[in-house]
């Protein structure tokens, strides 16, 4: 039993599989996506959005592949990482790494470069945006760095920080703002408080 068990052990190994022509292997769903590169795609964008869990998906998914298609700058594509979440959200901490390392592997191909002021205070004035000159100016001396200066991720932390912060502060405060109303002797009337009196 032991010698017939063997021979056909041996005859299942000398049986030949077909191989795949030319012609199947254009047709092979799983090689087509794995050589294009998309299964990468889909597989990196559906791990970030589950990571984020945005407000509106399709959007997430548009932008994401909008930046494929676009080849943005890297400062751009940190940028735009670092704008998917809200600064308050729990994965934001993965998006801050991930943008640090797009502006860290820039022109580099296989190991990262390092972060330096330029690229650095290039992602701040992206970040402070609309935020006004007088208050963007202020922040951008204390936090920016020299184009030549080595950037540690500590620094550019809290950097990317004080800037949404601020960004968040100046909303809070034109939204107040816009629920106050100066009345004609100076005083500060809150007009909501005053309708549900009405």
Known sequence: PGYYCFCRMQRSRSVRRPVATPSEEKH?????LRKSGVSRHVHDVLTQLLESRPDDPIA????YFS???????PVKQAHEELCQVHHSHSSFQQH??????ILCSRGARFKPSGLTGGPFT????????DVPAVFASKLLAKIQ????????????CRG??????LKDFLQHARSLYGML??????????LKFKQCQC
Not at 122 to 129: K, N
Not at 145 to 156: L, Q
Not at 160 to 165: D, F, K, P, Q
């Open 160 to 165: 990317v920080v004080s800037c949404l912060v």
């Open 181 to 190: 109303s100066v009345s004609h002797a100076g005083r500060l009337i809150f």
């Open 28 to 32: 092979d769903p799983e090689d087509y």
């Open 145 to 156: 760095c020299r184009d030549y200066e080595s950037v540690p991720y500590g620094i550019y």
């Open 122 to 129: 290039e992602l701040l004035q992206l970040l402070l945006v």
């Open 67 to 73: 930046q494929v298609v676009e080849g943005l700058p």
């Open 96 to 101: 801050v790494f991930r943008a640090y390392t």
């Open 60 to 63: 997430f998914l548009v932008n």
